[in-house]
């Protein structure tokens, strides 16, 4: 996917409520992204693609951006799409989203919240989004909770497709708990952001964990 950190920039400094994120990008960045949404449905091989987990090695790769530049285009091809933001430890969906939530995954998963108060409408029709604002709690703690099979199960009987915006498996190795539970997996590489051997040894992570690997997003 080509370049389109500047075009980001500019849209977070003229924070337009008008405008998606799609739209602040080129159109170069918008058909690598298209690219990609249409592979993800090829790979998925159903009307559905289901839950996936979007991971990368570091946390510059544009993991958050990328996430959301795919849940719109996916949103263009007819799927109604839900957003979770689960970078626990740098959560910033909301930034691209121009909104944020003060439920979160939490307050669904101990019972202080429903599913609708969870869900948050953004910039662009037919995509929704989970925040996160709660500290000192992993992916792993969230993962085994009982009620997040719950939110699982939920979150796919209402959406066609349910992204997830993990923390850097490099950095926190704990979220490949969350590849145990969903239909697939996607890793962003920054082109030239990080050592062949540091992307290798996360992608044997998720090896372990089982993950089903869709395949591998070169950003930038």
């Known amino acids: 996917i080509p370049d389109y950190r500047d075009s980001i920039g500019r849209y977070m400094k003229d924070n337009d409520p008008n405008e998606t994120i799609s739209e602040a990008v080129s159109v170069a960045a918008m058909e690598g992204i298209k690219t990609l949404a249409t592979n993800i449905q090829f790979a998925c091989n159903g009307p559905t693609i289901g839950a996936i987990m979007v991971t990368s090695t570091m946390s510059t790769e544009g993991k958050s951006t990328m996430t959301m530049l795919l849940a719109e285009a996916l949103s263009d091809d007819g799927f109604n799409v839900l957003v979770c933001d689960f970078d626990v430890k740098r959560p910033s969906l909301g930034r691209y989203v121009g909104t944020r939530n003060r439920v979160d995954i939490i307050d669904y998963i ?25 500290q000192n709690y992993s992916i792993s703690q969230i993962v085994k909770h009982t009620g997040f099979l719950k939110f699982i199960a939920e979150a796919k009987k209402n959406f ?19 590849s145990t539970v969903v239909d697939g997996t996607l890793m962003v590489l ?21 993950a089903n690997l869709l395949g591998v997003v070169l950003n930038y």
């Open 110 to 134: 101990t019972g202080k919240a429903t599913f609708s108060q969870l869900v948050t409408k953004t910039r662009k029709p037919y995509v929704f989004f989970v925040d996160f604002n709660h």
């Open 160 to 178: 066609s497709v349910v992204l997830f915006d993990t923390s850097p498996l490099g950095m926190f190795i704990d979220a490949a708990m969350l």
């Open 190 to 210: 920054g082109t030239g952001m990080v050592e062949r051997t540091q992307a290798v040894e996360v992608v044997g992570q998720l090896r372990k964990a089982n």
